[in-house]
């Protein structure tokens, strides 16, 4: 079936540091590629999304790019900042029966510290 | 503000005791869902609803029941029959339920066993 892995946390960076979270998945067919963020104590919010291949979807400063050829929709930011720090989760969304499912990743937790 | 509202943060379950998590949103949205996060794994698919007085098993339903008797309300009963109740209940909505909707989050129920 339809699975996405992440690579696993903890990612620990300073402020303004470089930052990548790696997915990738394995699908069949042509799904939908959603990040979404946990922060402390709360629900997931969407950061962004790709629906096709070449896409990028962007927002907030982080950016990830649909790549079909290698699976993958990795995220980056070019500076963090300690207000980033939270989980991240990489999203696929599949189709069995007309429905939204959306299949996660395990999350990866962000730690920026000053 | 519009939202959804989980209720409540944390409760405790005695062994063959059932429990009910409670999910309110005021979005106006036809689909709502439920999740069960546990530490180091993705979001897992229990219950969703696409309307009213209907709805469906996700991938881990065993052990649960829902009901959508208002289209604003879907409680969801961790019953006696679940084994390993302990972890964080999300729910969330999406405006019809369709393929790669937005998926609003409330901010989780913490249930852990006495």
């Known amino acids: 079936g339809n699975s996405v892995t992440q690579m696993e946390g903890p990612v620990t960076l300073s402020e303004e540091a470089f930052l990548t979270i790696n997915c990738t998945y394995t699908?069949?067919?042509?799904?939908?590629l959603f990040w979404y963020v946990q922060y402390p104590g709360e629900g997931l919010q969407l950061l962004l999304k790709a629906t096709k291949a070449d896409d990028k979807g962007s927002n907030k400063g982080f950016e990830a790019t649909y790549r079909k050829e290698t699976t993958s929709f990795h995220l980056e930011k070019g500076s963090v900042q300690v207000s980033d720090s939270a989980v991240y989760f990489c999203a696929l969304s599949e189709d069995p029966g007309g429905y939204n499912k959306l299949i996660f990743g395990a999350g990866t937790r962000l730690a920026v510290h000053p | 503000d519009g939202g959804i509202t989980q209720s409540p943060k944390y409760l405790f379950r005695k062994e063959g005791q059932n429990v009910t998590l409670s999910c309110e949103q005021n979005l106006n949205h036809d689909a709502m869902y439920w999740y069960r996060q546990d530490p180091g794994q993705g979001l897992r698919l229990i219950y969703y609803s696409q309307i009213v007085n209907d709805f469906q098993k996700g991938d881990i339903a065993e052990g649960y029941s829902v009901s959508r008797e208002k289209k604003e309300s879907f409680p969801l009963t961790v019953t006696s029959a679940q084994k390993n109740p302990t972890a964080f209940y999300l729910c969330?909505?999406?405006?019809?339920?369709?393929?790669?909707?937005?998926?609003?989050f409330g901010s989780g129920t913490q249930l852990s066993v006495l």
């Open positions: 969330a909505s999406s405006i019809e339920g369709r393929v790669n909707e937005k998926l609003f």
């Open positions: 699908a069949t067919g042509y799904p939908s």
